[in-house]
């Protein structure tokens, strides 16, 4: 086995007493599943790591803990408790957690996929949003302004999208028109709507 993080010493002895049970248990588990897990601290968490590669991380929050497997749902079988990080919903105790027997399988199972060189699935990318058109008072004003027009046809589809949706979440006719008159003012600018939140 690796040599043993002592950050994850400190990272246990620092949570909650309640934690403190639960870190120690499966945290014996996967090393017991897996001699040659390496321990580190990232994200601020216990991570476990086998032949350089990401296998399981732990964490412990103000009333539970959360454990998972980084290859998810291909090492448990079945879909993930999504009430808390990892695939075991809240553990407040050893006792959340299936049988030592059951967790050993699932660690080893976690290390033979990385043996095999399985990757984790990537989620599939969302469909674009289909093209908004744009209201005809903001048409009238690009016609009006040569320079915002230029810079909101430049703009990509979801840039278009921010200065369109805007204006119509506008509940009131007035904030309708003052928004409209700031998004010319931005565009003239070469501005895109987000524009304060860009470094």
Excluded at 126 to 141: E, G, M, V, W
Excluded at 153 to 182: F, H, M, N, V
Aim: with cysteine; charged share 25%; net charge positive.
């Amino acid at each position: 086995m690796g040599a043993p993080d002592p950050r994850l010493d400190a990272y246990i002895a620092k949570s909650a007493d309640f934690a403190q049970p639960v870190l120690r248990h499966l945290r014996q588990v996967v090393q017991a599943g897996c001699p040659d897990v390496e321990e580190t601290i990232k994200w601020g968490m216990p991570h476990f790591y086998y032949r350089g590669k990401n296998m399981a991380h732990m964490a412990a929050f103000k009333a539970h803990c959360g454990f998972g497997f980084w290859h998810g749902d291909q090492v448990t079988g079945a879909e993930a408790d999504r009430s808390a990080m990892g695939q075991f919903g809240r553990i407040a105790t050893v006792k959340d957690l299936p049988p030592k027997a059951e967790l050993l399988k699932l660690v080893r199972k976690a290390a033979a996929l990385i043996d095999a060189g399985d990757q984790v699935p990537r989620a599939p990318k969302p469909a674009p949003k289909p093209s908004l058109p744009a209201p005809a008072d903001l048409l009238a004003a690009l016609r009006r302004s040569a320079a915002a027009r230029r810079t909101f046809e430049g703009l990509p589809p979801s840039g278009q999208r921010d200065y369109i949706e805007w204006l119509l979440e506008a509940k009131q006719a007035a904030t309708r028109e003052k928004r409209l008159a700031q998004a010319i003012e931005w565009m003239e600018e070469g501005k895109s709507r987000h524009w304060k939140y860009r470094k």
